[in-house]
């Protein structure tokens, strides 16, 4: 099946300097209570999950309403451990924008964690990456525009 979205090369890395390096990290052994609190203050989605430097899993809104909420269970008696996403898919900081969006939109997840090696750079949400698409075709649009009208220099 040909694929007919427009390639955005840019790199992952970059998308995240953009973004800012803010990252904040939960432990496996806090409740989910004080993550669904640190990503309401921090308005995020989901929470990386860290055993000191290591990447053991990620949580997000979603498991909280699925695996807690409406189980009836406590939050501020569950521990994260017991309900964050351990299976996870990442990319490395030279993947593509393009690429992102295709391992997010396969694996039908929200949140996809950058690595290199073991350290984590970032996490690159299907909004960043939408909002970074939109942006790309718009200047590319503009460039088109003043290509068209005459006013284009290279």
């Known amino acids: 099946m040909p694929n007919n979205t427009m390639e955005i090369p840019t ?3 970059t998308l995240l300097e953009h973004k800012g390096r803010d990252i904040w990290t939960i432990s496996p ?3 989910v209570f ?3 609190q640190m990503m309401a203050e921090k308005n995020i989605g989901a929470l990386p999950v860290m055993e000191g430097t ?4 990620i949580i997000s809104e ?3 309403m699925s695996k807690v909420a409406l189980r009836g269970k406590s939050s501020k008696n569950t521990p994260v451990s017991d309900i964050m996403v ?5 990319v490395g900081p030279d993947q593509t924008v393009s690429t992102c969006m295709e ?3 396969e694996h039908r997840i929200r949140h996809l964690p950058v690595l290199d090696g073991e ?4 996490i690159v949400s299907i909004g960043d990456l939408v909002k970074w698409i939109i942006a790309t075709q718009r200047m590319t649009i503009e460039q088109l525009n003043a290509y068209i009208s005459g006013g284009y220099s290279a």
């Open 11 to 13: 790199a992952a890395k």
């Open 29 to 31: 052994t806090a409740t």
């Open 34 to 36: 004080q993550a669904i």
């Open 54 to 57: 290591r990447l053991v899993g």
């Open 62 to 64: 979603r498991d909280y």
């Open 86 to 90: 351990r299976d996870l898919v990442t």
């Open 103 to 105: 391992i997010i939109t």
């Open 119 to 122: 350290e984590l750079l970032g």
